[in-house]
């Protein structure tokens, strides 16, 4: 089972980044899949999640700017990042599970995660 992130940058606010986790050892069709993002100095807090039926759920904080979607078919989880903040500075990590419900809140009790890949917007 392995889970591999892609698309992190630098971008400046406001700007925009497409996030992609390609998962191999397993079809993802049957898994709630999500992100997670650790900031410099933070605790890892839930972002999204999809669930195997497409109903996908948000954190406050990124609600409106931020879309999950799946593609069973490539096996992959991606997630568009718009109007980027500063404060969505953080490690982006996608994660999945079958055994909780899938909503964002439950995201740091999933059992699979990927290895990240680094958000960084400037000012």
């Known amino acids: 089972v392995q889970l591999v992130e892609s698309g992190g940058g630098s971008v400046q606010a406001g700007g925009s980044l497409r996030l992609s986790c390609a998962a191999s050892?397993?079809?993802?069709?049957?898994?709630?899949m999500g992100w997670i993002r650790q900031a410099p100095g933070k605790e890892r807090e839930g972002v999204a999640t999809?669930?195997?039926?497409?109903?996908?759920s948000y954190a406050d904080s990124v609600k409106g700017r931020f879309t999950i979607s799946r593609d069973n078919a490539k096996n992959t989880l991606y997630l568009q990042m718009n109007s980027l903040k500063p404060e969505d500075t953080a490690m982006y990590y996608c994660?999945?599970?079958?055994?909780?419900?899938?909503?964002?809140?439950?995201?740091?009790?999933?059992?699979?995660w990927g290895q990240g890949t680094q958000v960084t917007v400037s000012a």
């Open positions: 999809v669930a195997s039926d497409g109903v996908t």
């Open positions: 994660a999945a599970d079958r055994r909780f419900g899938c909503m964002w809140y439950q995201l740091l009790r999933f059992a699979d």
């Open positions: 050892g397993y079809a993802i069709s049957r898994y709630c």
